[in-house]
């Protein structure tokens, strides 16, 4: 996925696809005051999108040419907060566990400097509709 195809809201909050890793797109979003919450750290509700425009572009790498005839939409997630974002570049990751004929399963995780040290982790389950003509 390119960085035009991102979303209206990913666009708008600043993230871009970093690089890729073993093919899977890796999101980053620089810190900055649109994502603030408490004063010096990441508002949950940006981590949390991040995490979903993580697992979306996972699926769609996935799926790849499949992705055209489907409208992916989120019926579950979870999301653990592990630590507090502070001002520094993030970046997001989605793993696809499984893809069946109606469900994929996506797990997500959020990083900073360390990737060993997470900022969230959390997964999403998609039901995998076709687009109504």
Not at 22 to 35: E, K, L, Q, S, Y
Not at 46 to 65: N, P, Q, R
Not at 122 to 133: C, E, Q, R, S, V
Request: glycine share 10%; net charge positive.
């Amino acid at each position: 996925m390119s960085q035009s195809k991102l979303p209206p809201y990913a666009r708008a909050m600043g993230m871009e696809i970093d690089r890729l890793a073993d093919g899977t797109p890796v999101v980053a979003m620089d810190f900055a005051v649109r994502a603030q919450g408490r004063p010096g750290y990441l508002h949950g509700g940006a981590i949390g999108g991040m995490l979903e425009i993580a697992a979306y572009v996972a699926l769609y790498a996935e799926l790849a040419e499949d992705a055209q005839g489907m409208q992916l939409k989120p019926v579950n997630i979870t999301i653990e907060f592990l630590r507090g974002g502070t001002p520094q570049r993030t970046f997001a990751l989605g793993q696809v566990i499984r893809t069946g004929r109606r469900v994929a399963n996506v797990r997500v995780e959020a990083w900073q400097a360390d990737r060993d040290k997470l900022v969230a982790s959390g997964w999403i389950n998609f039901l995998l509709a076709p687009k109504k003509a």
